[in-house]
């Protein structure tokens, strides 16, 4: 199972709107609403921020969402803040109870 | 609260194996599923399987079939992920992970597995 497919780096300027794609197949991402958004700073445990494409946790900020279309998944933070610099990677589910994360992008504040 | 322990740093040689422990708290164990995910330095995430802490029941990613085996022990609410036959390529951070709602809310610290001769 191939990596599912993001754009290595996208950066943005505080206050301003990122979004970050996911890109899978019809049969990952296409198929179900199972795709889960990842923050990870450097040296630290990823922390999930979206569960089932569009759904936060408690605790994470309403400037992070998710959304869906077709094989493509994306995170869009809004408002973006110094903080919100990491590493993302987006995961979904594939058959046969398995699953695999995305290629990863860095988010730069500029 | 939730709290997910792994075991310390490791180093092996190659062809050796290792096995990683992760001790939860804060929940009930057998009521979820736990996973293993690794990062090999500088590189992305990858998911390795999961055990239902329940049942017993694995699944792993092609990649590692044959030379994963994850394992729990439900008396210690610990599960266990060893890989046999280690190459210079496995050395990365190993991370378990409980899923909820189709995702890993919860993370260890991760364990460090360095492979060198």
């Known amino acids: 199972q191939s990596a599912l497919t993001q754009p290595p780096s996208v950066s943005g300027s505080p206050g301003q709107s990122v979004t970050i794609s996911c890109t899978g197949t019809s049969s990952d991402v296409g198929s179900y609403n199972r795709v889960s958004w990842y923050q990870q700073p450097p040296g630290t445990a990823p922390k999930l921020m979206i569960y089932?494409?569009?759904n936060r946790p408690s605790g994470v900020p309403d400037r992070f969402s998710g959304s869906k279309s077709g094989n493509t998944a994306s995170l869009t933070i809004s408002g973006l803040q110094a903080e919100d610099e990491a590493d993302y990677y987006c995961s979904s589910y594939i058959s046969g109870s398995t699953f695999v994360f995305g290629t990863g992008t860095k988010v730069t504040v500029l | 609260q939730v709290h997910l322990v792994q075991s310390g740093a490791e180093v092996k040689k190659p062809g050796a194996s290792v096995k990683v422990s992760c001790k939860a708290s804060?929940?009930?164990?057998?009521?979820?599923?736990m996973h293993w995910v690794r990062q090999a330095p500088g590189q992305r995430l990858e998911w390795m399987g999961w055990i239902n802490a329940g049942n017993g029941d694995t699944k792993s990613s092609q990649k590692f079939q044959g030379r994963v085996t994850i394992t729990r022990d439900t008396s210690a609410s610990t599960a266990y992920m060893e890989l046999s036959s280690l190459r210079f390529e496995d050395t990365a951070v190993y991370y378990c992970?409980?899923?909820?709602?189709?995702?890993?809310?919860?993370w260890g610290q991760g364990t460090l597995v360095t492979v060198s001769s």
């Open positions: 804060g929940f009930t164990f057998t009521s979820y599923a």
């Open positions: 089932e494409v569009s």
């Open positions: 992970a409980r899923e909820v709602s189709n995702s890993w809310r919860d």
